[in-house]
Each structure stands twice: as C-alpha cells, then as structure tokens.
C-alpha cells in the first residue's frame, strides 16, 4: 500500500487527557501536513514540515498541540488536556518526491477524535 | 473570516449535465488554487488545479476556470456521472507557503 497510512482511525477519550496521533505518509514523500476537520467544515490547515524541519505552524495549533516528525518520516500529533472543542477529524496529507517534481498533497483517512 | 468560501452546500443534477461548482475567496494575494473531491469515509482527493497567471486548465471531463478581478474561481464537469457524486472542496495558496485554505465544500449528487 502506498497510501497515506493514520492511526487510529478512531479515537473516543475523556475531557482532560492526552491523546497522541500517528501519521505514515507516502514512502519518500519530503512533505508532510497535519489538517483538522469539523462537521459541515472543509479541512483548516495546522502544521507543515519539511522533512523534519516544522515550518508553518496555524495560530490554531494552541499551545495544547504540538506535533514531531523526528527523522522525517513518520509524525505524531499531540493533543494535550483535551476539551470537546477538539472532536473533529484530524487528517494528514504527504507530498513531493526530493528533487523531482512537486506533487499536491495526497490525504489520508484521518483519524477522527470524540472528547466526551 | 471565511477566505474561501463556497456558498451551495449542495448541487443536484442529472447524469450526463454539465455540473457547475463555484467558489470565491477574498485575499487577492492567494496565488494558486485546487478543487479536491471526497467520497465518505475516504481523506480528501486532488482533481484539478490552477495558477493565478492562467484563467483556465482543462482536464479530461474537468475544467476550471479562474476570475481574478472577481475573485471566483468554478469548476465544471461535464458530462457528470453518477461517480461524481461527492463533496467537493475548493482550495487556495498563497505564494511560498504550503498551507491550503479551504472552502466549507459542495456536496455534488448526480442523479442516474
């Protein structure tokens, strides 16, 4: 599969704890970007990196998330003290071969939160 | 404030039409821009996209056309197929950046 692989796909915690997200993208894909989507809402962007560089980050990535990608591969996003206003679908998306032509941003399935 | 918006939550046609999503957004400094397709239960899918120094790209049954001075941007499928119906979601860059600004979607049915 040479997809954009997250996991879990599900995820249901209770208000106040930590839940962490995982991210593979597309093998070789430099490119990497985190995006949240609420119900009736197109995807609102979060973070992106560059290899293992972060280099946007949204006002929307309070202080509460943060994310990684330690050797430029795979990702992590960390929801800290969670509230219910985090319930959403949290997609990741990957793109771009090194040193060939740029590519859009391929998605993945997401993983969708429910704080309770 | 909504920068992309998409004011139809839903379009209906009939199989073989032509279907016409459209979009406008309100930051002139947006340099390029995508429409991506999205089936349930599925992450969003790229179609088509459009840089700001061209008014046009074409694509097979796909055609996006760009208006600068009205800020608008509309695709066209033509002609639909019961396969295209999905929420569509216009996208928009700025120059340099990465991130994409997305529109609230259009969910497209296209009746058999």
């Known amino acids: 599969d040479t997809g954009v692989s997250q996991d879990p796909r599900h995820k249901i915690t209770k208000r106040g704890q930590n839940v962490t997200f995982r991210c593979d993208p597309i093998?070789?894909?430099?490119?990497l970007y985190w995006y949240r989507q609420t119900l009736g809402q197109g995807p609102e962007f979060l973070t992106y990196?560059?290899?293992?560089?972060?280099?946007?980050k949204s006002r929307l990535l309070s202080d509460r998330f943060s994310a990684e990608r330690p050797k430029g591969s795979f990702s992590t996003l960390e929801i800290q003290r969670t509230e219910q206003g985090d319930s959403a679908m949290y997609l990741c998306?990957?793109?771009?071969?090194?040193?060939?032509?740029?590519?859009?941003?391929?998605f993945g399935q997401g993983t969708r939160l429910t704080v309770v | 404030d909504q920068q992309v918006k998409q004011n139809s939550p839903s379009l209906s046609v009939q199989e073989g039409r032509i279907s016409i999503l459209n979009c406008d957004y309100t930051?002139?400094?947006?340099?390029?821009f995508l429409w991506y397709k999205k089936y349930p239960a599925e992450g969003p899918t790229f179609l088509i996209s459009?840089?700001?120094?061209?008014d046009k790209n074409e694509d097979g049954r796909f055609t996006v056309f760009l208006n600068k001075s009205a800020k608008h941007l509309s695709l066209h499928i033509v002609p639909s197929q019961p396969g295209d119906s999905a929420v569509y979601f216009c996208?928009?860059?700025?120059?340099?950046?990465?991130?994409?600004?997305f529109g609230s979607g259009t969910r497209l049915q296209v009746q058999p």
């Open positions: 998306a990957s793109s771009s071969l090194p040193r060939r032509v740029d590519t859009e941003a391929f």
């Open positions: 093998s070789e894909h430099n490119r």
């Open positions: 990196f560059q290899n293992e560089a972060q280099l946007e």
């Open positions: 930051n002139s400094m947006f340099d390029y």
């Open positions: 459009i840089s700001s120094i061209k």
């Open positions: 996208a928009a860059r700025f120059t340099g950046r990465r991130a994409l600004t």
